[in-house]
């Protein structure tokens, strides 16, 4: 691996903080032998190089925080704040250095070879975050010239709205990196995607393939109506085939990609034969086998010759397997097509032709569009459910509606002339079904219906139900579902924006103390204000010395570790840095005194000396003086599981289990990794073990326990576990909140079951 460039067969999934996801996968399946044609990644050091480190990188950070901040609540400050970014990276020049590796790498491929060139962005194509769609890719490249323009695309591609939306609907609040895949160009006859898991319903017996003639953008775009094939994973063999409707193909042509019209007979006909859907499950296999039987989502292209993989990466969000509730007796079908994100929404119908219109669409309404790319996400992370005429159960606005949690429907044909705006309706994303009018249903996106039509009650249960929170922006949202108050508040973004990305000595050193101050103050007083009375569980600050290091001013001031996510992190940081940290508790203390429903928790702490010395430094600042302030711990290191009486002794009143630290830690596995990922396991036999502990030590010495994560309201069994072991509370991401309080309760009612039965004998 050279400092700027890599073939593929050079890379491994190991590689993905270089090589980014797309990359790293690409080189995997050429170690395993499989047909993917030749190319090679332009590494996120040369991103770093040219734009991080360039002139402008400073200034290119802090208008990304700003942007990630305005995400929720401002589009159109998004919009000017990304087309800035983007001028700066077009402004960046290659060095000398930089250029003539990537030109060299290039030439290997052949003489002006044509090449797809693609984003592949650090955390894309991950086991979490698929990034559908969101950066870009330009296909039937050719020349130096073109190809070096196409980089520096994919590089601006990173501060488009969709992308900043994507990130901050996902809580993903790190600057962001690329690389780069530039991949020799096979000239499609036909090309589309295969899940090896049935997306809707999450049969993992099931492989789902969407097909179209040409090449695949117009499957993964949803432009066209693909023919979807299902296969039984045994054999593979052909269960059902649902024509689609193709009106034009995108092909090769003179300088780049030709849109050409179909025939009356190719529009209708089958994209594949029998044949052809059986090889490319088989070929779909193949990677789902090599990556430990994880379902995976792969896209494939037939040239005249043959059969090859152009991509691959874990499917992120796959339900567990559920038979699909039926209508009631008494329902209306308006419109049927393909359950591509499941779920149940009522509301009133938005029909939209193009994302430019997207503002027209209230919070809560259902978006009705011919088809729904990319640039369609920040409406669709406004929309209580998405129906479509056209797109496949595999394209890019089906992964992110699954992704988020939005029921969708694709490939439902005459959604935009049957639906009309004002009709009240309900989408079964499950079901593929809209029905005439608000319908009694049982799985509701809860915070997607606060400003429109009323959800269906939910249950009341003994265990608190609490919500992860980043953003001012989303408090009032938030504090408008169904829950019991913030169970986790992360710092590190209103940190940011207080200090405008600047390391916070930095801004000690230059005497700003006071403009801190009154910025964190007012962002907190706003989340405080929107959930009073019901308690805010502030989490301190918990930047890794890496992330520290991206601030401005941070290299001066932060040291380089192999490690950091072991490292010079959370309570001990506190220790060492007590001046850093007095200055956040002073802004705890002032909101306090508005309003005192703030409490404070305490992350990554490993043994009883520097929570000591931590509670010493709390104490000898205002905070001392607050009465009723709970402090809480994060339950992230297992020492805890020995630990956690001596840290009731000290004054602990609460312990907030952080799941994927705490797996990642118990099995020693990187939660980020996904080379790593079948191993990673939140219900791990050790891993609930050390949750059990933590909670019945909890309980045993009369304080609260809660887990923050998603595991609970993706796994009722999950949920089952902790309910059974005496949790009093979970706390959970906003879109999760309908799915957690009904598997709490659904546990709670079994416990109740089993109680009765046990005195009943």
């Not at 402004?91 to 060139?117: M, N, P, Q």
């Not at 152009?310 to 007796?329: D, G, K, S």
């Not at 169904?482 to 169970?487: E, I, K, N």
């Not at 957690?740 to 546990?747: E, F, P």
Request: hydrophobic letters at 40%.
């Amino acid at each position: 691996m050279g400092a700027y460039v890599a073939a593929f067969d050079q890379l491994r999934l190991a590689d993905a903080d270089e090589a980014g996801g797309k990359g790293a996968n690409l080189g995997e399946l050429v170690a395993a032998g499989l047909p993917v044609p030749p190319g090679f990644v332009v590494l996120r050091s040369c991103y770093e190089q040219i734009v991080a480190r360039g002139a402008h990188g400073a200034e290119l950070a802090a208008l990304h925080a700003e942007a990630l901040a305005a995400a929720a609540a401002d589009p159109v400050r998004v919009d000017v704040l990304c087309q800035r970014m983007r001028d700066i990276v077009h402004a960046c020049t290659f060095d000398t250095e930089a250029r003539s590796a990537i030109t060299a790498a290039y030439r290997s491929l052949g003489d002006r070879a044509d090449v797809a060139v693609r984003s592949s962005a650090v955390g894309e194509d991950s086991a979490t975050s698929s990034f559908a769609g969101m950066n870009l890719t330009r296909t039937n490249v050719r020349g130096e010239k073109q190809l070096i323009e196409a980089i520096f695309d994919c590089w601006a591609s990173l501060f488009s709205p969709r992308v900043l939306t994507y990130r901050a609907r996902r809580d993903m609040q790190a600057t962001p990196a690329m690389a780069v895949v530039v991949q020799k160009m096979v000239q499609a006859r036909r090309a589309g995607v295969a899940f090896t898991a049935d997306p809707a319903t999450g049969r993992r017996d099931r492989i789902v393939i969407d097909a179209a003639r040409g090449q695949g953008e117009v499957v993964v775009s949803g432009a066209t109506q693909p023919d979807t094939y299902l296969l039984d994973t045994d054999g593979p063999r052909l269960l059902e085939h649902r024509p689609g409707h193709q009106d034009f193909a995108i092909v090769a042509g003179p300088g780049g990609d030709r849109r050409i019209e179909l025939s009356e007979q190719d529009k209708t006909a089958p994209a594949l034969t029998e044949h052809e859907a059986v090889e490319v499950a088989q070929l779909a296999l193949a990677v789902h086998h090599h990556h430990g039987d994880r379902p995976q989502d792969v896209e494939w292209v037939y040239n005249e010759d043959a059969l090859w993989l152009v991509q691959a990466r874990p499917i992120t969000t796959l339900p567990e397997p559920h038979p699909t509730p039926a209508a009631p007796p008494s329902a209306t079908v308006l419109v049927r097509g393909l359950a591509a994100a499941p779920g149940t929404a009522d509301g009133t119908v938005r029909v939209l032709s193009a994302p430019e219109q997207g503002t027209a669409l209230a919070h809560g309404e259902i978006l009705v569009a011919p088809m729904t790319n990319p640039d369609w996400l920040p409406t669709i992370s406004r929309a209580a459910a998405v129906v479509t005429d056209s797109g496949g159960m595999t394209c890019h606005a089906a992964i992110v509606a699954r992704e988020l949690g939005v029921p969708c429907i694709v490939g439902a044909r005459t959604a935009t002339t049957t639906l009309t705006d004002g009709d009240t309706v309900t989408v079964d994303g499950s079901a593929g079904e809209v029905r005439a009018g608000a319908q009694p249903h049982t799985e509701v996106v809860t915070e997607l219906h606060t400003g429109g039509t009323t959800p269906a009650a939910a249950p009341a249960t003994a265990t608190k139900l609490y919500v992860n929170l980043a953003l001012p922006e989303a408090a009032q949202r938030a504090a408008a579902a169904d829950t019991d108050g913030v169970g986790l508040l992360r710092a590190e973004m209103l940190l940011t924006r207080a200090l405008d990305n600047r390391h916070p000595r930095e801004v000690i050193a230059r005497g700003e103390q006071r403009v801190f101050l009154d910025r964190m103050v007012d962002a907190l007083t706003h989340i405080t204000t929107a959930f009073a009375p019901r308690p805010v569980i502030y989490r301190a600050t918990d930047f890794r010395s890496n992330e520290f290091r991206d601030l401005e001013g941070g290299a001066d001031y932060e040291p380089r570790e192999h490690n950091p996510m072991i490292g010079y992190r959370g309570c001990y940081r506190y220790t060492q840095e007590p001046e850093v940290f007095q200055l956040e508790m002073a802004a705890l203390a002032e909101v306090r005194q508005r309003t005192p429903n703030l409490h404070l928790m305490l992350p990554f702490v490993r043994t009883r000396w520097e929570l000591e010395a931590c509670l010493d430094l709390i104490d000898s600042g205002p905070l001392r003086r607050q009465r009723g302030m709970h402090r809480w711990v994060m339950a992230e290191v297992p020492s805890i599981t020995y630990w956690l009486p001596e840290y009731v002794g000290l004054g602990i009143d609460g312990v907030s289990i952080g799941s994927n630290d705490l797996t990642q830690l118990t099995l020693g596995v990187d939660r980020d990794s996904t080379e790593c990922a079948p191993l990673f396991d939140e219900s791990d036999p050790a891993v609930l073990d050390a949750i059990s502990t933590i909670v019945s030590t909890a309980r045993k010495s009369g304080i609260t326990s809660s887990l923050c994560g998603q595991a609970p309201s993706r796994n009722p069994d999950f949920a089952e576990h902790l309910i059974r072991m005496g949790i009093t509370s979970i706390s959970v991401t906003t879109d999760a909140i309908s799915a957690a309080r009904h598997a709490i309760d659904t546990a709670e009612r079994r416990l109740l079951l089993d109680h009765v039965r046990a005195t009943d004998r």
